[in-house]
């Protein structure tokens, strides 16, 4: 089978399409004849050679997929071979075939295409473990996700918005933050020219955010701190910013407040397992009902996984961007 490998860690040109053994599944495995593969963040940094696949992953890139079951393992019997679905993975995804346990399988939605189904494993898992399972979002509290514009920014919106929290965003255009707008958010931060702490205080009257979900990481921690209501939660997904920050324990203990960081990729099976059940228990209605939806930027074929990642790292997209196969 093809399949986007990285023979040496480095640029966009990196990503270099090969022939590499087909893979069989293991005892609760399925394997899926890919239709499309998300493109992650987490892709990027691999390649770069700062985010290794875990044991036992596939070495080439790609942690979501659509497709069609083409096999089963012994002992799977939650799907059928032709079934559509898609499926969070720990790597392995940039390719014509790939196995992943049963457990980590969902079924396309109704109402979403075969393609675009590949832009909701990923970030459903992250939105709702993160913002609902780890943070506790209630309704009636502020949510502040910065990138609002990007694939997870886009779905942490919406999913938010439904659970009756008022969503701040922050995003780098008016563009961007326009769109942020059409999908629920109510205070929307130009981080190019505007302060979000002090946007979001004055829209909050001095409350603040009681759940913020970051991807910057270092740079933006003493600020996160800062923007915190009493008992927020603050949950650090990503590092573009940076790894190492200064955090003012002072400040955090007065605000009574959390520091979650999480990692989805390296969590064990059974927590994932119970992540994947939750989103479709909670999730996959408001996708079939159409008030929530993935929001896609661009499909590239498989063998511009490289234009896709110069893509991403441009940061000019808005929501998710696919590799067909």
């Given at each position: 089978?093809?399949?986007?490998t990285?023979?040496t860690?480095g ?6 399409l090969?022939?590499?053994p ?14 499309a593969?998300g493109?992650?963040r987490?892709?990027v940094?691999?390649r770069?050679g700062h985010y290794?696949?875990?044991p036992?992953?596939p ?7 659509s497709?069609?079951v083409?096999a089963?393992?012994?002992g ?5 071979v032709g079934?559509?679905?898609c499926?969070l993975l ?7 075939f790939?196995?992943?346990a ?8 109704s109402g ?10 990923e ?7 993160n913002?609902f399972?780890t943070?506790?979002l209630?309704p ?5 996700v ?6 997870i ?8 918005r439904e659970?009756?929290a ?5 995003a780098?255009?008016?563009e ?5 707008r059409?999908l629920?958010a ?7 020219d ?5 946007t979001v ?8 955010a009681?759940?913020?979900l970051?991807n910057?990481?270092?740079?933006y921690?003493?600020r996160?701190v ?10 650090v997904?990503g590092l573009q910013g940076?790894?190492?920050g200064?955090?003012d324990?002072?400040k955090?203990l007065?605000k ?8 989805l990729r ?6 994932k397992?119970?992540i994947i059940a939750?989103?479709r228990?909670?999730?996959w209605?408001l996708?079939?009902s ?9 499909r ?6 490289a ?12 929501g998710?961007?696919l590799?067909t196969?």
């Amino acid at each position: 089978m093809k399949a986007v490998t990285i023979p040496t860690p480095g640029d966009a040109d990196a990503l270099v399409l090969a022939d590499v053994p087909t893979p069989e599944p293991e005892p609760g495995e399925v394997r899926i004849r890919v239709a499309a593969a998300g493109v992650n963040r987490a892709d990027v940094m691999q390649r770069m050679g700062h985010y290794p696949p875990p044991p036992g992953a596939p070495a080439y890139p790609g942690l979501e997929v659509s497709g069609t079951v083409d096999a089963l393992g012994d002992g799977v019997t939650t799907v059928a071979v032709g079934d559509e679905v898609c499926a969070l993975l720990a790597g392995g995804g940039y390719a014509e075939f790939v196995c992943v346990a049963a457990s980590q399988v969902l079924p396309v939605p109704s109402g979403v295409g075969l393609v675009d189904a590949a832009a909701l494993p990923e970030v459903t898992a992250t939105v709702w473990s993160n913002v609902f399972l780890t943070a506790n979002l209630q309704p009636g509290e502020v949510f502040l996700v910065h990138g609002g514009s990007s694939g997870i920014g886009t779905m942490a919106t919406q999913l938010a918005r439904e659970a009756g929290a008022t969503v701040a965003v922050t995003a780098g255009s008016a563009e961007k933050l326009e769109v942020c707008r059409s999908l629920g958010a109510t205070i929307l931060v130009n981080y190019r020219d505007e302060d979000f702490v002090e946007t979001v205080r004055a829209a909050t009257d001095g409350h603040g955010a009681d759940v913020v979900l970051d991807n910057m990481g270092a740079k933006y921690l003493p600020r996160n701190v800062d923007v915190l209501a009493t008992s927020g939660r603050l949950v650090v997904i990503g590092l573009q910013g940076g790894r190492k920050g200064e955090l003012d324990l002072g400040k955090l203990l007065a605000k009574r407040g959390a520091v979650f960081a999480t990692s989805l990729r390296a969590s064990p099976l059974a927590e994932k397992e119970t992540i994947i059940a939750a989103v479709r228990d909670h999730v996959w209605p408001l996708v079939e009902s159409g008030r929530v939806r993935p929001i896609v930027h661009a499909r590239l074929p498989l063998a511009e996984a490289a234009q896709a990642h110069r893509l991403m790292e441009g940061s000019t997209h808005i929501g998710k961007i696919l590799l067909t196969i």
